[in-house]
C-alpha cells in the first residue's frame, strides 16, 4: 500500500509538472498566435498597400504606353507627310528645268508683246503729232481767209476766230481742238458755249470724211448763229 501510494504522488507530482510543462507550452503558443496574428495582419495590409501601388504602377505604366503610342503615332504620320513633301519635291525637281524653259518662253513672249505694245504706241503718237502738225499747217492756211488763228498748247490747238461780227470784227469765239486716243477729232471749251449736238453732229462728219476745212467753215457759222 505504501508503494503503490509512493507510486501515485510520483505519478501526480508527474502529471502536475506536466501540466505545467503544457500550461507553459499553450502560454507560449497562445503568444506565438497573437504574434502571428499580428505579423498576418500586418502582412495583409502591407500585402494590399503593395497591391494597390502595383495597380497604380500598372495604370501609369497603361497611360504611357497609350500616350507613347500616341505620340508614335504622330510621328509616324508627321514622317508619312515629311516623306510625302519630299515626293513632292522630287517631282518638281524633275520638272523644274521643263518649268524654268517655260517661264523664259513666257518672258520672251511678254517681251515681244511689250515691244510690239511700245511699237504701236511710238506709231500712234507719231501719227497723231504728225496729224497736228498737218492740223496747224491747214490751218494756217485758211486763217486770213476766216480770219482764224491757232495757238499750239500741249495736247491742243486754240483755235481763234475773228471777222465774225461784223459789228465787233475783232471780238473772239473760240475753241480747243484735239484728237483721241484713236486719231479722232475733238471739240470742247467752246466760247461762247454752243449747242452740244451741233458739235458733235460736226465732229461726226469731219471724222467721217477725215476733212478739217468743213469742220472749221462749220463751227465758224455756228458762232456767227450767235452774234
Not at 5 to 18: Q, V
Not at 32 to 45: D, P, T
Not at 126 to 146: D, M, R
Request: proline share 3%; aromatic share 6%.
Amino acid at each position: 500500500f505504501i508503494e503503490m501510494s509512493k507510486d501515485a504522488s510520483e505519478i501526480s507530482a508527474f502529471i502536475d509538472e506536466f501540466v505545467q510543462v503544457f500550461e507553459g507550452w499553450s502560454d507560449s503558443i497562445e503568444q506565438k498566435a497573437k504574434v502571428f496574428g499580428r505579423n498576418r495582419a500586418n502582412f495583409l495590409k502591407e500585402s494590399q498597400s503593395r497591391v494597390k501601388t502595383l495597380n497604380e504602377m500598372d495604370e501609369r505604366i497603361k497611360q504611357e504606353a497609350i500616350k507613347t503610342r500616341s505620340e508614335q503615332e504622330k510621328e509616324n504620320e508627321e514622317i508619312n507627310q515629311i516623306t510625302k513633301s519630299l515626293s513632292s519635291l522630287k517631282v518638281v525637281e524633275e520638272k523644274l528645268p521643263t518649268l524654268v524653259q517655260q517661264s523664259r518662253n513666257e518672258q520672251e513672249n511678254l517681251f515681244l508683246k511689250l515691244e510690239d505694245l511700245m511699237k504701236d504706241l511710238n506709231r500712234e503718237e507719231a501719227e497723231k503729232n504728225e496729224k497736228l502738225t498737218k492740223l496747224t499747217s491747214i490751218c494756217s492756211v485758211y486763217s486770213s481767209q476766216l480770219g482764224l488763228e491757232f495757238r499750239t498748247i500741249p495736247g491742243h490747238v486754240h483755235c481763234v476766230f475773228t471777222l465774225v461780227n461784223a459789228a465787233k470784227p475783232s471780238q473772239e469765239f473760240s475753241f480747243l481742238l484735239s484728237l483721241s486716243p484713236s486719231s479722232d477729232y475733238m471739240i470742247s471749251n467752246c466760247s461762247p458755249a454752243l449747242p452740244e449736238e451741233n458739235i458733235a453732229k460736226i465732229v461726226s462728219v469731219a471724222n467721217q470724211r477725215n476733212q478739217l476745212l468743213p469742220l472749221m467753215k462749220s463751227m465758224r457759222m455756228l458762232f456767227r448763229a450767235t452774234c
